[in-house]
């Protein structure tokens, strides 16, 4: 079981870096292929609980450090205001909530029914996607949802899930 882990987590590894090098789809508002919430999702149906978790902090860490802002330069008498954004390690906490919803159907899956965990891989990408939206709207305290950013959440889903 350890060499599994072991490769589970050198996968990982290696969708975060596969991920650098897939461009947005100009064509479907910007959507994407997102590889590693696709692979963590497909390796946390698998594992058991421990290993879901300690893939769900090393994913999250990963996708924190890939999309986290750096500190603001310039002068801080003109540029006062800071700019809202999330905290480093909010994603952690999503990458669990998605990987206890495939927890969920392991028993399914151990009997084969596969098909089950991509639909719901898709499902959780979308919700993933949307309380990360959500979330960022909240930290902004202006609440905007416009159609794009819908087709932008909803086609990187299917993307995915393809």
Known sequence: MIKYTISVILL??????????????????????????????CCAVSVNFATMLALAFICGFLWDAQHALGAQGG??????????????????????????????????????????SSILAGIAIFLYLFSEYLLINLVRGDFAFPATAFYRIYLTSALTML
Not at 12 to 39: D, E, H, K, W
Not at 86 to 102: K, V
């Open 75 to 116: 002068d801080p008498e003109i540029y006062n205001a800071p700019v809202e954004s999330l905290r480093f390690g909010y994603s952690i906490l999503l990458y669990a909530m998605m990987g206890l919803l495939m927890q969920g159907i392991q028993p399914l899956f151990r009997k084969g029914k596969w098909h089950i």
């Open 12 to 41: 990982t590894l290696a969708a975060c870096m596969v991920q650098q090098f897939l461009p947005a789809i100009s064509g479907l508002y910007g959507a994407r292929v997102l590889i590693l919430p696709l692979v963590f999702l």
